[in-house]
């Protein structure tokens, strides 16, 4: 199953038993409080430097956004977020 936007991921992963600490999708799905440590997906901070919105992929970890990856589409950072979850 192709996951194209945010709500329908969120959706995957939680039928396919991904706990709820283990991400972080901004907008969608934002635990409350903050885990010590999840893979998440946001805009990129600054955007695409073009005005174009720009997706990043990553580790947060001891209170640092670590990037692993940036995407030009929220369907490659979806995807790219599951891959990361093993779903």
Not at 30 to 36: L, Q, S
Not at 46 to 61: I, K, L, N, P, R
Not at 64 to 77: F, L
């Amino acid at each position: 199953m192709t996951v194209t936007d945010r709500h329908a991921l969120e959706r995957v992963l939680r039928e396919a038993g991904v706990p709820e600490a283990y991400y972080w999708i901004e907008g969608v799905h934002e635990p409350a409080p903050t885990p010590p440590d999840f893979v998440y997906l946001r805009t990129r901070p600054g955007g695409a430097g073009d005005g174009t919105t720009a997706w990043e992929t990553g580790v947060y970890e001891r209170g640092v956004h670590e990037p692993v990856a940036t995407h030009d589409t929220e369907a490659g950072a979806c995807a790219h977020l599951r891959t990361l979850l093993g779903a």
